[in-house]
């Protein structure tokens, strides 16, 4: 059975045919409705309820201001500075754990006991050891692309399939020349597949990371600030912005993928 | 299963031979242990100050006192509940929307675009807004868990149900099947193993979920004890929750997985 659940959908563009279908927009221009009378209704409502002009007015504002900018570079900065190093130390220990028996042996049980704690949940132990500024928001979205790849880079290079180890035996290959040219290779699509997801991971933990730590730039950070200050505008703007970033970054790594491994085969 | 699903899930599946021999078995606690010994080591010659690195012996007298003074039960019940009420309401809605939207083309047109753009915003995302529209109660604990696992559930059940095969419905036609029947004997036996799969995501999300909005705004829970014992610089007392958040994350994640492998008998795979 064809299915997959995976955390955002890689064929999710052909879902966004709506666009030419009157039926889709339907649900969303309601909504919109309902919030915009809603948000007329009372003054407290108005402050619940931003209204779109109210939204309009809080755009321009933090873009005037450069707050969002800010925000935004700081961001991304942290999630593709994390996904660099949580990914390339994870790619690292799960091609060494698919090399080496007694690595794998030694190193997985404990990869997979620490990797149970839940992300978020070691953030109050950073927060004691590192503070609540960037370095402890750096470590978990390291964290969050390190234990993906590590598990993607290992599943990979064991579903090689044996027929081309054998060539490399044959070849009488040496074993960094087999990994180099034969196992790399033929995991390296379903690498990428680690990658994309190491993305979002690492994506999901710069926002979460930034709302829990309290200190510095970040979108997250504009986002405590402004519930703090009850600017419902403001999160409405950068609660979209985050899941619009995601879904962009999510689509441009496809598309990188779909690019880089056009010589695979697909039936 | 695909690559993806598995690191979701976390599930290495790479040569289980090899991991089922039993000397290989007993080598699986090396590192463990030797990850314990080190830390206690650490702790000993107090290489970090003892307010950064306490023993795991003392992490562990740490989590008996809790647990005398009842005050870790109250923790953990109030956790439990708010986790229990939100994923139930949330991974049953989930469910049903899913299938509806999979099998109804007229409810899909409608709804499949607004699921599809909510589906973008991660739930850590929606935390500050949900603050602001239910407060910092029991509402707002249980929403943000709830929708954590209403659109892991739906995506999971409607993209499992869109995968139901032709044939199985063409026979159901042949036979002029009721509805009832249709449901009950095809569409949820079919889908049961790849909702399984998404329930056991949907879970580790709202755990995670949880966590996180009992860290930031709570007055009880497992997040909040970490919270406050990292407020009152009480180490023992995070790595207390820390190590009980990973357990617990892990031991109802073992649940699912022993529900789908004994659960369906029908499972190919």
């Known amino acids: 059975m064809a299915y997959s659940v995976s955390i955002m959908s890689t064929h999710t563009l052909s879902k966004y045919s709506f666009l030419n279908s009157a039926r889709g927009w339907l649900i969303p221009v309601g909504l919109l409705l309902v919030w915009e009378v809603m948000s007329r209704q009372s003054a407290e409502n108005a402050y619940a309820f931003a209204s779109i002009e109210q939204i309009y007015h809080g755009l321009v504002e933090i873009l005037s201001t450069g707050e969002l900018q800010q925000g935004i570079a700081a961001s991304l900065q942290r999630a593709f500075l994390g996904l660099l190093i949580g990914g390339f130390l994870g790619f690292s220990i799960g091609a060494v754990m698919a090399q080496w028996r007694v690595a794998d042996v030694l190193i997985g049980p404990l990869y997979h006991m620490l990797r149970q704690v839940p992300l978020m949940g070691l953030v109050p132990l950073f927060s004691l050891w590192l503070g609540n500024g ?7 979205v390291c964290l969050s692309a390190f234990y993906p790849l590590v598990l993607a880079t290992y599943e990979s290079l064991h579903q090689v399939e044996s027929k081309y180890k054998e060539v490399g035996d044959v070849l009488k290959l040496s074993r960094t020349k087999t990994f180099i040219k034969i196992l790399l290779p033929a995991a390296l699509p ?11 991971f690492a994506w999901l933990a710069t926002i979460g990371s930034e709302i829990l730590f309290s200190a510095g730039a970040g979108l997250g950070n504009i986002m405590m600030n402004a519930q703090a200050a009850s600017r419902m505008d403001i999160l409405i703007i950068l609660t979209a912005l985050i899941g619009l970033l995601g879904f962009l970054m999510n689509y441009l790594i496809n598309k990188v993928g779909q690019y880089l491994f056009r010589w695979r085969n697909l039936r | 299963m695909s690559i993806g699903i598995r690191v979701a899930l976390g599930i290495n599946q790479a040569d289980p031979k090899f991991r089922r021999r039993s000397r290989l078995r007993l080598a699986a606690f090396i590192s463990p242990i030797a990850f314990l010994l080190l830390w ?4 000993k010659i107090e290489l970090f100050s003892p307010q950064l690195l306490v023993s795991p012996l003392e992490v562990l007298q740490t989590f008996h006192e809790l647990l005398d003074s009842g005050e870790l039960w109250e923790h953990l019940s109030v956790s439990f509940s708010r986790l229990g009420i939100g994923f139930s309401i949330g991974a049953s809605s989930g469910l049903l929307f899913g299938i509806v939207m999979a099998l109804s083309k007229r409810v899909e047109g409608f709804f499949s675009p607004v699921f599809q753009a909510l589906r973008q915003v991660p739930s850590i ?3 500050p807004i949900f603050i602001l529209l239910f407060g910092i109660d029991e509402i707002f604990k249980i929403a943000i868990v709830t929708k954590a696992a209403f659109f892991t559930v739906a995506l999971a059940s409607y993209e499992a149900t869109k995968g139901i095969s032709r044939n199985y419905f063409e026979v159901s036609q042949a036979y002029k099947l009721p509805t009832y029947t249709l449901y009950t004997k095809i569409v949820i036996p079919a889908i049961l193993p790849p909702v399984l799969t998404g329930l056991r995501i949907a879970f580790s999300r709202s755990w995670t979920i949880l966590v996180a909005a009992e860290l930031l705004a709570a007055d009880s829970g497992l997040g909040h004890m970490m919270q406050m014992g990292r407020e009152v610089f009480r180490i023992d007392i995070v790595m207390v ?5 990973g357990l617990i994350g892990f031991g109802i994640d073992r649940l699912f997985k022993w529900g789908e492998a004994n659960l369906i008998p029908w499972r190919t795979a």
């Open chain 1, 134 to 140: 960037d370095p402890s928001k750096l470590v978990v």
């Open chain 2, 125 to 127: 995302a929606l935390i």
């Open chain 2, 40 to 43: 206690a080591w650490v702790a």
């Open chain 1, 190 to 200: 379903n690498i990428f597949t680690g990658i994309s997801f190491a993305l979002a």
């Open chain 2, 241 to 245: 929750g820390v190590v009980l958040t």
